[in-house]
């Protein structure tokens, strides 16, 4: 998973839930074309925002109950959370300026 956070059912709640800084959760999936495209940005936007924001993802088959909690229907399929809670959303494959800009309005 590179430089991203693996964020699972058990790590969910500290890592996301009460984490004191904004988290990115990329919901992704092994077999997912555009998911493997943007697993790049993700690691980069990891590497950039290291210790600013938590930048994860969760393979939606070995999750599939936090995937169900969010309403993931599709992916790969980003979150923004901030002080616990869904801020933003993104669906599919972004330009890295994308999801660095929405990072920075949480900050």
Same mark, same amino acid.
Do not use: H, Y
């Given at each position: 998973m590179g430089?991203? #956070? /693996? @964020?699972?059912t058990s790590?969910?709640?500290?890592?996301?839930?009460?984490?004191?800084?904004?988290?990115?959760?990329?919901? =992704? /999936? =092994?077999?997912?074309?555009p998911c493997q495209r943007l697993a790049p940005i993700i690691d980069s936007l990891a590497e950039k925002y290291d210790g600013k924001a938590k930048i994860g993802k969760v393979d939606v088959?070995?999750?599939?109950? #936090?995937? /169900?909690?969010?309403? @993931?229907a599709s992916v790969p399929s980003i979150l923004f959370f901030k002080g616990g809670e869904v801020v933003d959303t993104l669906s599919g494959y972004n330009p890295e300026a994308v999801f660095a800009s929405k990072i920075d309005a949480l900050l």
């Open positions: 430089n991203a #956070l /693996a @964020i699972t790590n969910f709640e500290d890592e996301v839930k009460n984490s004191e800084v904004p988290v990115l959760v990329d919901f =992704t /999936a =092994t077999w997912c074309g088959d070995e999750n599939q109950d #936090l995937a /169900a909690q969010f309403g @993931i």
